[in-house]
């Protein structure tokens, strides 16, 4: 009995490893098919500038940001019940 539990969980472990090298093999063959695609894609996204909106942001933005997130916050805590802290 213990036999053929040895022999069974074998099998399974086999048939895992295949199936694993399998999906490794199809991934590997999916990069080389696809890799113009890509690289056509990758190159449409740096040719692109940013938008420069990073750059100008004034002093007061990052108060607005700190209060959406103090907001959100609250929020949470109040809907999940009391808040403790540990």
Do not use: C
Not at 46 to 71: F, Q, V, Y
């Amino acid at each position: 009995m213990i036999v053929q539990g040895l022999k069974l969980t074998m099998l399974g472990m086999m048939v895992v490893f295949s199936f694993l090298v399998l999906l490794l093999i199809v991934i590997h063959l999916s990069t080389k098919l696809l890799k113009h695609y890509s690289e056509k894609e990758a190159s449409s996204f740096t040719s692109r500038r940013p938008s420069g909106a990073w750059e100008r942001k004034s002093p007061d933005d990052n108060r607005k940001l700190i209060a959406i997130i103090s907001a959100a916050i609250a929020a949470h805590r109040s809907r999940i019940g009391r808040y403790r802290s540990s």
